[in-house]
């Protein structure tokens, strides 16, 4: 442990009260961003935010406008020559319905047996609050931090992000960084440490089939006309082979495969499928095969159909060809595949397999990259000793199957290697009544982070 | 021409005038039966219809009640060993709008170039019309009919006929029959009479494909569960081969192949396909190789998805896969197709081909029968003996794609066979504006059906 570190750590000792005072404080604030009449609460947690931010000497803050709820920004960027980091998190919280399953009231936080119970514990403020610490315990022990940090903290992520792209497409300018490390995940199970090295990217499109100017009549036209609803039908079942792989032709050519290392890194993760498969009720798992279960969700392409409609869907029965049928159709994209060069294959199949008699369109309706920050990225092997220097055991790395929107944005919009450190517990009830945070995993992350920051002080390799 | 026959075209001739200004003051009666303003016109004119019928002598006229608009029902059962007829038309008619396209007011009517132009002139009270007079026309003549008939005009055929399947269980006891005679169609293209022998039956069925408890996070999840919506267009693409045919095991068994004679009948027929490519706006027909267009409408079964439906729905994108997927599947059915066992057979085959990790069931919605009553039969043989004498030619044989509610109500649950047996000209522009029926056709219907009941007098066979 380094000299500063041992100053860190000591302050943060004596503080402790006080600041699991100002935890509590930041949790009673209702901050729930997609219920209007939360709105004015919204504002006050911004607020709240911001004006611990100026306390503890971070700089140019400010509860920065969205066309939603706002984003609170502040940075601190005296540390000449060392990288910049951007570091996310959102002070906003889910809804807590349904409330009679709360044992304590949610914005009445209370600690029990190590833990602290409320909505937003885990998910996400208490992260953000860690962050507050780390820095603060630099800036009261040291007058400044070994890097130079962006603070971004959203005030939608839990209603879709809807406003937060266009915020940083208008702040791009303040955002320049080295790396972004996100706080809004958490430790694997049995509360191992974990960083979460590799996100999917995505492809997101629209199959059009039209048939008829109208809806016919089946007994009048039915035998002489391709139904649009059952060509949809033969388009989408040519997507994807009977064992759930996918047969668009050089759909596979990019991705890359799992080295040794990789492989044996989703070895050493323990899986209960079974206990997935109860968990969503259904018989059994079903995927590609040759691949653990792991490895399909972070480091496979998929190919799954997110809706499909036409004709008539009442009660009973209509008997009509329907006009058109219709499906949305979207990739989950890994290294080192192309957006763009997937949607082109897709669209292409689409319309090669297209039945006759039938007009069929393919549209694009959205792409985000992939991300993977490599077990090697000097990043990440920091991140990892920290982790293991103060909770006393090394990482696991996990690669998850979806895109986090603002990680996908800081890859794709800035072009940032993206590290995802979180602390809460895998058990942790996020967006379930009874959320709470282990009271170690909360001290823990504010010693990893403030270790963080002066491990990534002489650079990024 | 008989001596009776002769009496009943002069007591015709001599009684123009006044049945032309009776069959207006019908058509003046807006009894549109889809729109509620219209319930006190639709009583009208049912009451209208049942004071016609009693005035002419026909007995047991009794406007009767459904839980929508009334049935008007007669009867005259005085011809001891003749055979009963069961005669369908139905008073309502379709809306008018868009009133401005109508060149005439649709319920003030108006005889020009041969023609009687209003809605409802010819779909259907100008065939109900002409059904009145056939009878008045014996009664007035010879004070009896040559067969014994029961008139059954419904007032909701243009509203789905939603309550006439109940009347009909419910006035069983006075149904009794030998055949039934419906006159709600019309001739064939270029004013050619026409007898409508054969209807399709149909299976309509729904199948639901179920998988996780709810829709899941298609980034979290993808890549290993089964996704309903893949799965439903899996299912339901096994169910037709490119070219259109079923390939559910055993569906053509059952199907009567077309005799030599009957693929005359078809070939005798002139259609226009590029016209009806057109007229629906599709590139080009589709269907079944091997078979013309009317024997693939009227003798070929089929299977079409009539809906379909599952998780996303709206604008843009969601990334979930669905947690259920489901479809409207239904066969058109021709003879000796038994309902009941192709339902059989789809759901089988549909459990049989049904991918693993989801589950799957088929519910069936309703069975309809099929109707053929053959060239060869005696009351088509009549019926097209009597079109001759009449109009001076011979008629085509036509099989329709559709089952009309009525038709198949009376043969599966009355056990009737069915002749169709309508006057209107084949561009009578029903159901849209400056709807008409020809004055030719409407007096020939009346010599016709007069006609028929002399010749169907001496039995059926």
Known sequence: ??????????????TATERMDEYQAFLRIPSISALSEHATDMRIAADWLADQMRDIGIEHVEVSATRGHPVVYGDWLRADGAPTILVYGHYDVQPVDPLEL????????????GRIYARGAADDKGQIHLHIWAARAWLETHGRLPVNVRYVFEGEEESGSVHFDEWLEANRHRLGADLAVISDSGFYQGNVPAITIGLRGLMYAQVDVTGPSQDLHSGTYGGNVQNPANALA??????RAPDGSVVVPGFYDEVRDLSEQERAEFARLEFDEAGLAREIDVPALFGEPGF???????????????????????????TIIPAHAHAKVSCRLVPDMDPRRTFDRVRDHVLAIAPSGVRVDVQLISLGMWSLTGIDHPATRAAAKCLEDVFGQSPVYLREGGSIPAAASFGSMLGLPVVLLGFTPPDDHAHSPNEFMTLANYEGGIRTIARYWEALSTGLG
């Open 234 to 239: 033969a388009i989408l079942a040519g997507l």
């Open 1 to 14: 442990m380094s000299e500063a570190i041992s100053q860190v750590e000591a302050y943060l000792e004596r």
């Open 292 to 318: 653990g279960v792991l490895e399909r969700r972070g480091a496979r392409p998929t190919l799954d159909v997110n809706g499909l409609w036409g004709g008539f869907q009442g009660e009973g029965s209509k």
């Open 102 to 113: 709360w044992v304590r009231p949610p914005f009445d936080p209370r600690v029990e047996d």
